[in-house]
């Protein structure tokens, strides 16, 4: 999708904020951590033949920016997240998540989260 303000970029895995709890397939997520390490193997949703190895597909991810910083949310991805989980315990370092960052506001968010969204700030 190409978006007005949508930039591709690299963001830690610790600063993408992830407010709903996942439903997951764990052989899903196994096939993704082997996929980061150069390794691919296909599942139930993904063939052997889409798979570039030592990268999985881009993670929509909501920017916000208030008060001089910069907070990540995603609301997607949710296999791709622990699979990037599993790579830090693997290599020990920060991994960073390949994103789609959309532009977003608050009032954005409270589309998704209701009230709540304030807390998160």
Do not use: W
């Not at 599942?43 to 929509?60: F, H, K, R, Y």
Request: hydrophobic residues 40%; proline residues 8%; positive net charge.
């Amino acid at each position: 999708m190409n978006a007005p303000g949508v930039r591709e970029l690299e963001v830690p895995l610790s600063e993408i904020r992830r407010p709903i709890p996942p439903v997951l397939d764990h052989q899903k997520i196994e096939a993704m951590l082997s996929t980061l390490l150069g390794v691919p193997m296909a599942s139930a949703t993904c063939a052997i033949e889409n798979i570039t190895p030592g990268q999985l597909p881009q993670v929509d991810v909501f920017l916000v920016k208030e008060n001089g910083k910069n907070y990540y949310f995603a609301f997607g991805g949710c296999h791709r997240f622990q699979a990037y989980d599993r790579l830090k315990l693997v290599n020990t370092k920060e991994p960073m998540v390949r994103c789609r960052v959309f532009p977003a506001t608050r009032k954005t968010l409270r589309v998704y989260l209701g009230s709540s969204v304030d807390s998160m700030f």
